[in-house]
């Protein structure tokens, strides 16, 4: 091989598999179009474009949001033609998707499990199909806001089985219950049925019997031992297992034209103690559960209901864990009450009005009386000093004069135990007499709530301000007194206080009984009537609250007008 034939040979080089050799000193310009040949692709030809088949489904999955859309629609409007509804309005009660919109802020609903229920749907071809039937679980539950507040709530859905169980309700009922735990948030009950109760065609559905399980509860009873608040409506039939779910919660309320509460309706009760012709009000109305302490208060409809709800939680925090809410206010927290000085009676036996009392010193307008038709011995309830939550206990003076009854220890006991697990301080204005006395006392089992409720006084936590505006006796005005005893006593009286083991009248006669005897077998009545006299006056004259101030056994006696800048 000649040199020539050499340097040709070295002019040439591989570019590509096929083994094309290009001189080297071929035009760049040619070369990059020789390459782009073969990484470009050929748009000589068209491609094919695969015809459409009727079973394929849009890629944005419009098809489902179609049927989601569906069936929320038909979820959002009652059936007319439902005997269920019917009877729902024909009752005068709303219907749950008009409750829901009532009680909670415009637009602030978002509901949870939203199609739930039972579908019937209809082929379309392939695996296409279309809703053409749905009758939804029967309990609107999700999110809302009571003012502001973000809650969770349940609401019943009588008109679907009388809110018996279904497929879903209890799966979504206790999801809620697990949210307000998790979240931290106040949950709303409104009850109207048995809120997922059994009936006897749950066996026939399932083929079997199964022995009654109360899966909620455990969530319940953690929800009230951490504070989150638990407020139920009575606004239906609360039968069973709703009964049970509104009466567990912190704060019930029941409303007077559609609302009742009891274990087992009539019917059932007629077969077993043989009560015939019981209506609803009869076995479980307002008249007999707003009165004996199972539901806290009345309402005159479910409108009424509803704002109570908001107004409860207005006072209560979201749990245990944080403080109760503060709400601006404009009323001077050292706005003096002259009238104060006169509202209670120098003469003993004549009464006064409590709540004029409690109105006067708390916030304009914010005293929240709860419990007001039952255990009328005391008065309890929710106010606010300068926007912040106090819970209030007063005596009634004008029921039995004070005495506090098995009913009244009752109530107090409960609304003790609202305030400490909600962290809300305790102002009570003290009145007492002492324990109820005489056999009707004595078999209500008085001592025995009574001394509950003393547990209670000293097991809470919470602070207490008390305020003596007159008696103080016996062993429930010391458990009052002296529950935080060995911490500092937040406790003043007024000049019209008076305190003692026991009330001067009947005192009197057991202390001195056996001189009052001998003077009237020995002088006769009159001389009797003399000494009884002379040893009232001693005592009365011993009993002036500034001789007890003396020997700091109170720890100040005030000006009944600066009650509130002091409290």
Request: with cysteine.
């Amino acid at each position: 091989m000649g040199d020539g034939e050499a340097g040709n040979q070295k002019q040439t080089i591989i570019v590509s598999s096929s083994k094309t050799i290009l001189p080297s000193n071929t035009n760049a310009v040619e070369r990059l179009a020789q390459v782009s040949s073969h990484v470009s692709p050929n748009t000589s030809q068209k491609r094919r474009r695969r015809k459409s088949n009727p079973s394929d489904l849009p890629a944005d999955y419009s098809d489902i949001m179609g049927q989601l859309d569906t069936l929320r629609a038909m979820a959002s409007k009652p059936d007319m033609s439902n005997t269920g509804y019917v009877r729902q309005k024909q009752a005068g009660k709303l219907w749950v998707r008009e409750r829901v919109e009532q009680l909670v802020d415009p637009g602030s609903f978002r509901e949870v499990g939203s199609v739930s229920g039972t579908v019937k749907w209809r082929r379309l071809g392939g695996i296409k199909e279309e809703p053409v039937d749905f009758v939804p679980s029967n309990n609107v539950q999700g999110f809302g806001k009571l003012r502001g507040r973000r809650v969770v709530f349940t609401a019943d859905d009588f008109s679907i089985r009388a809110g018996h169980a279904d497929g879903a309700l209890a799966e979504k009922t206790i999801y809620m219950e697990k949210l307000a735990i998790a979240l931290k948030l106040p949950i709303v009950k409104l009850v109207d049925g048995s809120s997922g109760g059994g009936s006897v065609t749950t066996i026939r559905q399932q083929r079997f019997a199964y022995i009654p399980p109360m899966p909620t509860f455990t969530y319940v009873v953690q929800q009230l031992n951490m504070g989150i608040p638990n407020l139920g409506a009575v606004v239906g039939p609360a039968i069973g297992l709703g009964a049970a779910r509104v009466v567990a919660c912190h704060f019930s309320v029941m409303a007077a034209d559609v609302g009742s509460l009891f274990n087992a309706g009539p019917h059932v009760v007629a077969g077993a103690t043989f009560e015939e012709g019981l209506t609803l009000d009869d076995l479980g109305g307002p008249s007999v559960h707003c009165t004996n302490g199972t539901v806290d208060n009345l309402a005159a409809n479910e409108t009424e209901c509803f704002e109570q709800l908001r107004t409860v939680l207005s006072y209560l925090p979201n749990s245990g864990t944080q403080l109760p809410p503060h709400l601006p206010n404009d009323d001077p927290v050292d706005r003096t009450a002259p009238e104060l000085r006169s509202i209670i009676p120098r003469r003993r036996e004549r009464m006064y009005d409590p709540r004029r009392i409690i109105a006067t010193v708390v916030d304009d307008g914010s005293f929240f009386e709860i419990g007001a038709l039952w255990g009328t011995t005391t008065i309890v309830g929710l106010a606010r000093l300068g926007g912040f939550p106090v819970g209030i206990v007063s005596l009634n003076c004008e029921v039995n004069a004070g005495a506090l009854d098995a009913a009244g220890s009752q109530k107090l006991t409960r609304h003790l135990k609202l305030l400490d697990v909600m962290n809300i301080p305790l102002l009570q204005f003290v009145d007492i007499p002492g324990y109820a006395i005489g056999t009707v006392a004595e078999r209500t089992a008085t001592m025995r709530h009574g001394i509950t409720l003393a547990t209670t006084y000293y097991s809470t936590t919470m602070p207490v301000f008390s305020v003596v505006v007159r008696r103080v006796y016996g062993v429930a005005g010391g458990i009052m007194l002296d529950c935080r005893d060995p911490a500092p006593r937040m406790r003043v009286a007024w000049p019209s206080g008076e305190w003692g083991s026991l009330p001067l009248a009947g005192g009197i006669d057991v202390g001195h009984s056996a001189e009052l005897k001998k003077i009237e077998k020995e002088q006769g009545v009159e001389a009797r009537k003399e000494r009884y006299k002379a040893l009232d006056e001693e005592y009365r004259r011993l009993m002036n609250p500034l001789r007890t101030a003396n020997a700091f056994g109170v720890e100040e006696i005030i000006d009944p007008a600066q009650t509130r800048p002091i409290c």
